[in-house]
């Protein structure tokens, strides 16, 4: 498998924007090497909802929904990125049932963090928002059984 994948890989250089919030979908990606960028229009300002980086796959949903693009991507490293059509997604999808195994517990994921997240905006106190998003970054650091980890944030003030 990671020989046919590597068939299909390309190297792409930072600053490519891979598409655009409003656009159709025609293919997903999975990332080889590299960090990619996923960020929407949020009023004004351009909002960075993740960071994405070897391993990782993203532009699915509008592949599997047939609906516009919901974010933008762009590559923030140089990055090496496997695309698959929607074609080669099913193919894959009903050849081998742990893709699609490892891509709904990775969906999962996402769900989960982003119910943390509405749960912490649905605090009434802007201190209780800051604690309560303090610890899970710390429970996020400390997973994988280390009693330490390091909280790297980075402040963005508009």
């Known amino acids: 498998m990671a020989d046919v994948l590597e068939r299909f ?12 919030e409003g656009e159709a979908g ?3 990606f999975v990332i080889q090497s590299g960090e990619v960028e996923i960020h929407r229009r ?5 909002r960075v909802l993740a960071v994405l980086g070897p391993g990782e796959f993203f532009g699915e949903m509008a ?10 991507a762009v590559v923030r ?22 893709i699609a195994l490892r891509m709904i517990k990775s969906l999962t994921g996402r769900l989960d963090r982003a119910n943390q997240q509405i749960e912490l905006l649905l605090l009434a106190s802007p201190n209780h928002r800051v604690v309560v998003c303090l610890r899970q970054l710390a429970d996020e650091a400390g997973a994988g ?10 402040v963005g003030l508009d």
């Open 63 to 72: 592949l599997l929904s047939g609906r516009p693009r919901s974010a933008s």
């Open 9 to 20: 890989a390309t190297n792409v250089p930072a600053g490519t924007v891979l598409f655009r």
């Open 26 to 28: 025609e293919v997903m």
């Open 77 to 98: 490293t140089t990055a090496r990125l496997v695309s698959v059509t929607a074609t080669t997604l099913d193919a894959m999808l009903r050849g081998r049932p742990e």
């Open 42 to 46: 949020i009023g004004e300002h351009d």
């Open 145 to 154: 059984g280390r009693a330490e980890g390091s909280i790297h944030l980075t």
